[in-house]
C-alpha cells in the first residue's frame, strides 16, 4: 500500500510502498478515506534527533476517518464496513485521565510508550491503518469524510479549548482568536455557535482575515504591534474575556497577554514556542493562563454532533496521496486555506 512516512531526520515527507498491516488482538484495521494535514507535522519534522522519542520512518496523519476493513481477536463494538473517525490522543486506556475519557491527559503514556496515531504511532496517512482499540474509534454515521476528518483535531482541539472558557463569555464578552487558520478557522464558528461573545480575529494577512470573516468572526484585525491597542479600543479599554492563541508563538502569546480582561482567560493552544510569564504586574489581575492539549473522547462525540447540526463546517483542499509532500510545502508557506486532506483511496 501506498504511505506518506517522514523517515529520516530534517527530511521532506515521501510516498513510499509499505505492507498493508494485519490486526492483532483487539486490533482493528481501517481502510483510510482521508487524512488531515496538520502543523504538529511540520513541528515533529522540525525537531532535533535527540528529541524524537519514537523511531523513523514514521507514517504521518493523526487526523484519520475510514471504514472498518477487518478485526482482530476479540472485537466487538464495530463491524466491517463501519463508518469511523479515529480518536487521536491514544493512552493506557485503565488510569484516573483515561476512565474520564481524557486519554489526552493520560497519566502512564510516556512511561508505557503510547504514542498518537501519526505522532509516534503508525498514522492515517496511508490506505490502511490500524487503530490499537476499538475504543479509539468514534461511528462517522452520514458525516462526510473530507469534512469530518479535520474535526478529529483541528475541530476537537479548539473545542476543548472553548469549553473551559464559556462560562465567562456571557452577553457583552469578547472573545479573541489569534491565527484564523485550520484550527482558528474552526475556533470562530464554535464560539458563535456556543456563546453570544463578540469575537475579534488577528491574522498577518488580508486574506487570512477575509476567511475569519466568512466564517463568523464579528471584527477581522491585522496582527501587528498595534493588534493590543486595536482590541482594547474594541472593549472600551477593558479587554477581552478570554483570549485564544491558535498561533503560540512567542508575539502572539505576547498580544494574548495583553488583550486579556481581569479575571479572564488566556489559552495557548499553538506550538510556536512561546509563553507568557505569569505574575503580579505582568498580567491582568486575576488572569488564568493556560496551555491545553487536544480533548477527550465524549468532546470528540460533541464536536461531531456540532457538525450534523450544521453549525460548524471546515474549509479544505484535498489531494491524492501522491500529492501529500505538496500539501505539506503549501502548510508549511501558509497557503492553505484552512485545512488540507488527503485522500488515500483515490
Known amino acids: 500500500m ?29 481502510k483510510v478515506t482521508a487524512a488531515g ?5 511540520i513541528a515533529v ?7 524524537l522519542t519514537f523511531p523513523l520512518p514514521l507514517i ?57 496515531p501519526g505522532l509516534g504511532s503508525p498514522g492515517a496517512m496511508a490506505e490502511y491503518m490500524i487503530v490499537d482499540d476499538a475504543r479509539h474509534l468514534v461511528p462517522l454515521g452520514d458525516l462526510d469524510p ?5 474535526l478529529t483535531d483541528a475541530g476537537l482541539t479548539p473545542y476543548h479549548a472553548i469549553k473551559r472558557s464559556l462560562p465567562k463569555l456571557v452577553p457583552g464578552s469578547t472573545a479573541v482568536v489569534i491565527g484564523t487558520g485550520g484550527l482558528g478557522h474552526v475556533a470562530i464558528q464554535i464560539l458563535r455557535a456556543l456563546s453570544p461573545a463578540r469575537v475579534i480575529a488577528l491574522d498577518v494577512s488580508e486574506e487570512k482575515l477575509a476567511l ?9 484585525i491585522l496582527s501587528n504591534a498595534e493588534s493590543v491597542d486595536a482590541v482594547r479600543k474594541l472593549t472600551g479599554g477593558k479587554g477581552a474575556e478570554a483570549v485564544f492563541d491558535f498561533v503560540g508563538a512567542g508575539p502572539t502569546a505576547a498580544t494574548a ?13 499553538g ?19 493556560t496551555s491545553p492539549y487536544w480533548g477527550s473522547r465524549g468532546e470528540l462525540l460533541e464536536v461531531l454532533d456540532l457538525a450534523r447540526a450544521g453549525v460548524i463546517s471546515v474549509h479544505t483542499e484535498t489531494y491524492k496521496i501522491d500529492e501529500a509532500p505538496t500539501a505539506y510545502e503549501r502548510l508549511h508557506s501558509g497557503a492553505v486555506r484552512g485545512r488540507a486532506v488527503i485522500l488515500p483511496q483515490e
Not at 78 to 87: L, Q, R, W
Open 2 to 30: 501506498k504511505a506518506v512516512q517522514y523517515r529520516a531526520v530534517g527530511a521532506a515527507p515521501e510516498v513510499v510502498q509499505v505492507p498493508v498491516p494485519v490486526p492483532g488482538p483487539g486490533q482493528l484495521l481501517l
Open 37 to 41: 494535514v496538520c502543523h504538529s507535522d
Open 45 to 51: 519534522m522540525s525537531w532535533p534527533a535527540e528529541a
Open 60 to 116: 504521518l496523519g493523526h487526523e484519520g476517518v475510514g471504514t472498518v476493513a477487518a478485526v482482530g481477536d476479540g472485537v466487538v463494538a464495530f463491524e466491517v464496513g463501519d463508518a469511523v473517525a479515529v480518536y487521536g490522543p491514544w493512552g493506557c486506556g485503565s488510569c484516573a485521565k483515561c476512565a474520564e475519557g481524557k486519554e489526552n491527559y493520560c497519566l502512564r503514556a510516556k512511561e508505557l510508550g503510547i504514542n498518537p
Open 146 to 150: 473530507v469534512q469530518a476528518v479535520p
Open 212 to 220: 475569519a470573516r466568512e466564517v463568523g468572526a464579528h471584527e477581522a
Open 257 to 269: 497577554g495583553g488583550c486579556v480582561a481581569i479575571e479572564g482567560d488566556v489559552t495557548i493552544v
Open 271 to 289: 506550538l510556536g514556542g512561546g509563553s507568557l510569564p505569569v505574575g503580579f504586574g505582568t498580567t491582568a489581575y486575576e488572569a488564568s493562563v
